[in-house]
């Protein structure tokens, strides 16, 4: 397998907002759908919990 590279996550929120509540979103660094013009021979990725819901598919 080689090296082991970890990709922390990213949360983002927005810093004023009109809402009584706070919105935040977690991302990742690199898309898991699209590499983004970067080639990667391996890859793998270990979701502790689901990520996607059934309409990510159409």
């Given at each position: 397998?080689?090296?082991?590279?970890?990709?922390?996550?990213i949360?983002?929120?927005p810093t004023?907002?009109?809402?009584?509540?706070?919105?935040?979103?977690?991302?990742?660094?690199?898309?898991?759908?699209?590499?983004?013009?970067?080639?990667?021979?391996?890859?793998?990725?270990?979701?502790?919990?689901?990520?996607?819901?059934?309409?990510?598919?159409?």
């Amino acid at each position: 397998w080689g090296k082991r590279y970890y990709i922390q996550t990213i949360v983002m929120s927005p810093t004023e907002s009109a809402w009584p509540f706070v919105l935040k979103r977690r991302h990742y660094p690199i898309s898991v759908n699209k590499s983004q013009g970067q080639s990667l021979n391996k890859v793998g990725l270990y979701l502790h919990k689901q990520v996607f819901t059934m309409d990510s598919y159409t």
